[in-house]
């Protein structure tokens, strides 16, 4: 059963930076591309980033650009989003999921980004 | 960037009713569409891909049709478990964007 648990979020000021992680399990975590999605509170879902198989193709919404570093570790089967420089906007539950056609997500883990 | 727009934004609808959900993309993404369902607090579930192919263990009420710009999720015979907030999102390039989301609601 695929199996994706993300971790990391939490309580940070403006201005601060938190990097998520995502556990992989359950697939041949190497064979797929990987998203981070967000969801801000009462809102609809937000494409982030999304990283190709081997991290060579990098693609980022022009709302985190300059700000978001997607990166993975297919030896250890995680995905990583580094975030910096965070806003009040980007206040969200992040999900990681797996690219394309066969789509599955994580439970998602919240980040609030307030004084 | 490919804008996708979903219709109806809200929908009420009572169990045992059909309902169908559109999708229109701002310009042809072939058949890479995908339609989720989440509920309160929980996180998407994939329900479609490939524009009409059946997720494993997603029961067969739901259905989705379509190609290129236009695209539809319709469930059948709906069950209290159905009520919740559907989104479309394109993966034939990137940015990879999601639909507004159509909230189905109890009558």
């Known amino acids: 059963e695929v199996h994706l648990v993300e971790s990391g979020g939490g309580l940070v000021k403006p201005g601060g930076s938190l990097r998520l992680s995502c556990a992989a399990s359950g697939f041949t975590f190497s064979s797929y591309s990987m998203n981070w999605v967000r969801q801000a509170p009462g809102k609809g879902l937000e494409w982030v980033s999304s990283?190709?198989?081997?991290?060579?193709?990098?693609y980022y919404a022009g709302s985190v650009k300059g700000r978001f570093t997607i990166s993975r570790d297919n030896a250890k089967n995680s995905l990583y989003l580094q975030m910096s420089s965070l806003r009040a906007e980007d206040t969200a539950m992040y999900y990681c999921?797996?690219?394309?056609?066969?789509?599955?997500w994580g439970q998602g883990t919240l980040v609030t980004v307030s004084s | 960037d490919i804008q996708m727009t979903q219709s109806p934004s809200s929908l009420s609808a009572s169990v045992g009713d059909r309902v169908t959900i559109t999708c229109r993309a701002s310009?042809?993404?072939?058949?890479?569409l995908a339609w989720f369902q989440q509920k309160p607090g929980k996180a998407p579930k994939s329900l479609i891909y490939?524009?009409?192919s059946l997720q494993s263990g997603v029961p067969s009420k739901f259905s989705g049709s379509g190609s290129g710009t236009d695209f539809t999720l319709t469930i059948s015979s709906l069950q209290p478990e159905d009520f919740a907030t559907y989104y479309c999102q394109h993966y034939s390039s990137y940015p990879r964007t999601f639909g507004q989301g159509t909230k189905l609601e109890i009558k």
């Open positions: 310009q042809g993404i072939g058949n890479y």
């Open positions: 490939a524009a009409s």
């Open positions: 999921a797996r690219d394309g056609a066969a789509t599955a």
């Open positions: 990283i190709s198989t081997t991290g060579t193709y990098i």
